[in-house]
């Protein structure tokens, strides 16, 4: 631990962008979500939303209902989000179950297609397809699945993840778990979905990604939730201790000693990549190494495997292709059934070879 008054605190740097942006164009964005002729009856109204919302605008008010923090913080009078302590509270029940003893088995199954067949594409996809057939291999051992499609992003009215702003890169501490940079009510920043997933990944006790590669990489939505995840690794519990989002307050934390916690260490995790042309072993290191980083385990050999369907041939008969690959229908639930394995293994308290060392780079 380094003795805080030797800590010197580095600069904080400003000057990247422009505020506030100018109110002409401000309007035309906020119209534009009331461009349907349908909406020309409320017109007046409209007009009045605007002027309401270019003054929370103005006064960057990210959170506008409060209350005070508590005696579980380090500071219990700081007011703090509503939606905040609310997410807080539901991470806290979802391992409450994680660490009953007596809880059912619990897999977080994630489906990270961005297509269905409600919106553009017309056609549900391959992963969903692959989905549905680890869920049923995993209710066959009576473990409760939890179903994570990631494609709701495109085809259900404000569902959304935004963009990670990259807190931890100016001091881990400024990075709070759960994520507290969401929502923004000044920039009609709502409705964030990782509200509800973060308490969904603290309550499993094995997560499986099925994802198909798109351009090489790992579909929009996935990488949202996995840029969104970073607070999970190493985040602060306590926004009280960094007074919100005070940069110089959390690089001083930081400096003085930060311990990184991983708050969803010790799960189980397998992981089917699918593709048509290139790019699976890519993706499917990449997402291995990413669960390694926060401390998952990785279940046994079958548990992590990339595989193309219908290779080189035409995207308009990939569903065909898919029922005739068999070997991989099995392949999946191999996956599945592996990751059940292991979550057997953890939860009877047998321990990894590396479980008892210590980590000489905790970042």
Not at 252 to 279: C, K, M, Q, T
Request: hydrophobic letters at 35%; charged letters at 30%.
């Amino acid at each position: 631990m380094t003795n805080a008054r030797d800590v010197k605190v580095p600069q904080v740097r400003k000057g990247q962008t422009e505020w506030p942006m100018p109110r002409d164009e401000f309007v035309r964005r906020m119209r534009e979500r009331f461009s349907d002729p349908d909406f020309d009856a409320a017109r007046a109204d409209i007009d009045r939303l605007v002027e309401i919302a270019w003054k929370n605008y103005l006064e960057t008010d990210k959170s506008p209902r409060k209350r005070k923090a508590g005696e579980a913080f380090s500071d219990p009078e700081q007011e703090l989000a509503i939606e905040w302590l609310e997410a807080r509270q539901r991470i806290h029940e979802a391992q409450l179950r994680h660490d009953a003893p007596t809880a059912r088995p619990r897999i977080l199954l994630i489906c990270a297609a961005s297509r269905n067949d409600k919106t553009c594409p017309g056609e549900m996809s391959k992963t969903y397809r692959l989905v549905m057939m680890a869920k049923e291999t995993i209710a066959a051992r009576d473990v409760e699945v939890d179903v994570l499609d990631l494609s709701l992003l495109i085809s259900e009215y404000g569902r959304v993840i935004y963009p990670c702003k990259a807190c931890v890169s100016t001091a881990m501490p400024l990075c709070h778990w759960p994520c507290s940079c969401y929502p923004n009510h000044a920039l009609g920043q709502v409705n964030d979905w990782m509200n509800d997933i973060y308490p969904r990944w603290v309550a499993a006790h094995g997560v499986m990604i099925v994802t198909p590669v798109y351009w090489y990489q790992a579909p929009s939505g996935l990488k949202l939730m996995m840029d969104r995840l970073v607070c999970a690794d190493g985040g602060n519990p306590d926004p009280t201790t960094t007074k919100g989002k005070d940069p110089e307050r959390a690089k001083r934390i930081e400096l003085e000693g930060w311990n990184y916690p991983r708050h969803l260490a010790g799960r189980a995790f397998s992981i089917v990549v699918h593709g048509d042309a290139e790019g699976v072993d890519t993706l499917r290191r990449s997402l291995v190494d990413w669960l390694h980083d926060m401390h998952l385990i990785q279940a046994g050999r079958s548990a992590a495997i990339d595989r193309y369907v219908g290779y080189y041939e035409p995207y308009a008969t990939s569903h065909e292709a898919l029922d005739r690959d068999e070997a991989l229908h099995e392949e999946v639930r191999n996956a599945a059934r592996s990751l059940m394995n292991e979550m057997q293994r953890i939860r009877e308290g047998s321990h990894e070879p590396d479980d008892c060392l210590g980590d000489p780079r905790p970042k």
